[in-house]
């Protein structure tokens, strides 16, 4: 049925009805929880002139284009790519996707990129590009979003783009419409399973990103993650780079020493070997390092570039972040959100230790991941000294209990509850003696804490240790501290 009066330019497209316009394609998405199809009526209502579905309907509007395909969502990925003008073909796109490592590999590699290039970002962290930040409301957006904002990018003169691919993001078909250059691997976790099921559906999803990427292109794995690497290697349609510490690889990081505050490493790159020293802590940050030196060489940087851009990697704010104080104990803030990170960042602290205490603050989010609980009440009864547990995205669980669930596996290591996490955080610094480490994990850059009444805000871990350390020691002389300690 093709009823249209008159014919109408597209003023804009959309997959939320919310959100519709005066002439404007609606595309009915069947998702997890409702079916687009319901809201036809409230589209047409707003302006749409044109609907896109896949499911028998009992009605059709006069004057309105009705358009029957097989799947919406692969005919949403396709024209939002048309009707922004192909933006990801005219930039060289990076995508970055694991289960930890995402931001900070895509940050860093904005980063050092920028000294050469007009750079853009889009993941956990925000949208970022020639002077536009806005909060991306998914780590990896869905397709309209995105794709009109790589438009945007594309006007401003935007040369490259790191997107952190999400397996929500590549199972729910947001990247589909996206042309890459280069994609990343850096690691998986078991995580997500309530989503995808099993660890072949979410290892599945992580893969399919290699299928994205344009045959000119570049895969970049991590040679350390031997499953994947050996799911995914055989079918790659294009250049294939690796990294890896404990695999060969085409970069490698040998001679591996970590600091306190930055690590060393010799360098590899095929048979060049450079020693170099980074901002950056922990063993793995050295890995997400390596993945960000594969991209440089994946954009066929000559080899002093690719020396030159080392110079260039900055740490990420909120991730195994050193806070700069001037009193002989260290803080550090860590997003950390899986049980595995959660050990590589006490491992890090082990290692590190001199002669001080490791004493972590932290929590686990309510409603989800319960088992996360029990896991990082072991390791941190493994690995610490005192552990204050706290508030971290309760939702409506309630904050006592989900601080009971942790402190039961905690038999070692000297353990209170409080539930406001300033309060915890200062009470950390407060305690904190010569040599100590302190550990603030769970919420990174995160500015706001979600409760059951919503998102609340909250100054973010860095800035409340912050002001403590100021509240708590100012005046006090650095040099007679670090005697009475
Ligand atoms: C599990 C998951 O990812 N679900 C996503 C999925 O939800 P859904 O399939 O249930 O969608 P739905 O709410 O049923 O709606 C179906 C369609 O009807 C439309 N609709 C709905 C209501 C209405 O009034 N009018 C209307 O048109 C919706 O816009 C949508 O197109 O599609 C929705 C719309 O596209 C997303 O908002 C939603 O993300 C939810 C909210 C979410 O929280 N996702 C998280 C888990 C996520 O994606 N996380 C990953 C990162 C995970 C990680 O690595 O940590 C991310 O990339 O951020």
Redesign the pocket.
Known sequence: MFDVEEEFKVVSI?????YVGKDSI???????????H??IE??VFQGAKCIVYSKPLAYKHRGVLYIKVNNVLDELNRVADVFYDHPSYKMTMIGVTG?SG?TVVALMIKEVLSHYLKMGYIG?NNIEYAGVIEQC??????TIFMQRHLNDMVKRDVKGVTL?V????LA?K?VDGVHFDIAIFTNVYE??LD?HGTMEHLMASKAKLFTLIDEKGYAILNTDEVRFYNLVKDSIRCHLLTYGIEHKAHVMARNIQLFIDHSEFDLQIHDDLRHVSVPVLGRFNISNVLAVITSMLALEMPMDQVLESVGYIRGVDGRMELLEHPYPFTVIVDYC?HAKSFEKVFQFAKSVQTNGRIIAVFGAPGKKNYNKREKIGKLANQYCNQVILTAEDNRDEDIHDICLDIQEYLEKPVSVIIEDRRIAIEQAIEIANHGDIILILGKGHEQFMASSIGNEPYPGDKYVALEAIDKIFKGEDEDELQQIY
Not at 26 to 36: K, Q, R, T
Request: contains cysteine; aromatic residues 12%.
């Open positions: 959309h997959s939320d009805s919310r609606f595309f009915c998405v069947d998702g997890l929880s409702v079916d687009g319901k809201y409230d589209a289960s995402k956990t409301p998914y780590t990896t957006p869905e952190e999400s397996s929500h993001g729910l947001r995580e997500h989503f959100q």
